[in-house]
């Protein structure tokens, strides 16, 4: 499976383990250099997907794209900001690919979520696959932290994925991978936040809307339907009140 899942060029499975047992930030400083060789950062087809889904709500002035790692979602930013684009992430290893790479225009800033150095600066926020960082708990923080950044009438947007039917190999494959992050934190320092099931919609949006946010969930039908006809991918739009 892990053949399939990562090219040659990617990590090896010795380098994702030693990733693992790291603290996220050190994991993905080590990370960083083959990052945009494994299936964890952000594909163009979702990023394509989300930045047609915007479009409508735009143009927009000024952007942020939270926990960028490599950089993927500033793509949408350079298609819909008119303005200054701004990468921010806790990892300066990422952060320094990002600031080599190919089309790499634009701000990066070594910042954590929890405690960003933005207040009304940005008028679209955007984050790609960096929410299974952060526990149920810490949502609120984060979505205050986003909010914060936002002038009055922005957006913050992301995309979530559908979770996949129990009797799916996927359902299985996730849960498997989440009680191996609680099995491996339980017994390891420092610990590794990476679940891929604590992210539900219907808890997203109640906490968005207690953060302030006018939440709306657009289906992006273009990214797969799920064996029911229904959308497998949808985009939160949280919009700050004017
Ligand atoms: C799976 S990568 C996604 C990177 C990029 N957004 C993409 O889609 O390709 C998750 C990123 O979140 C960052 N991250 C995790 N926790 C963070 C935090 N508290 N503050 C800022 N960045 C964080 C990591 O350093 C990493 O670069």
């Known amino acids: ?97 990002a600031r080599t790479g190919t089309g790499s225009g634009g701000d990066w800033v070594r910042a954590d979520a929890l405690a960003l150095p933005f207040r009304s600066a940005f008028d679209l926020v955007v984050s790609f696959g960096a929410f299974g960082h952060f526990l149920p708990s810490a949502r609120p923080a984060l979505f205050a932290q986003a909010h914060g950044a936002l002038r009055p009438g922005g957006r913050f947007a992301f995309p979530v994925a559908a979770p996949p039917p129990v009797r799916s190999w996927g359902h299985w494959a996730l849960l498997g991978f989440d009680v191996a992050m609680r099995v491996r934190n339980a017994l390891w320092r420092p610990p590794f936040v990476m679940y891929y099931r604590t992210f539900p919609l219907g808890a997203v949006r109640r906490d968005l809307a207690a953060a302030g946010f006018g939440v709306d969930v657009l289906p992006l039908p273009r990214l797969g339907l799920r064996p029911d006809g229904s959308p497998r991918c949808a985009l939160v739009v949280a919009t700050r009140p004017r």
């Open 1 to 97: 499976m892990l053949s399939v899942m990562f090219t040659p060029e990617g990590p090896t499975v010795r380098e994702l383990a030693v990733q693992a047992l790291s603290s996220v930030e050190r994991g993905y400083d080590l990370l960083a250099p083959k990052f945009d060789q494994t299936p964890f950062r952000t594909p163009d087809a979702v990023l394509d997907a989300v930045t047609d889904a915007l479009a409508p709500f735009g143009p927009f002035r000024d952007g942020l794209d939270l926990c960028c790692g490599t950089g993927a979602g500033t793509r949408v930013l350079r298609e819909l900001c008119e303005g200054r684009t701004v990468g921010a992430d806790l990892s300066e290893g990422m952060l320094t690919v």
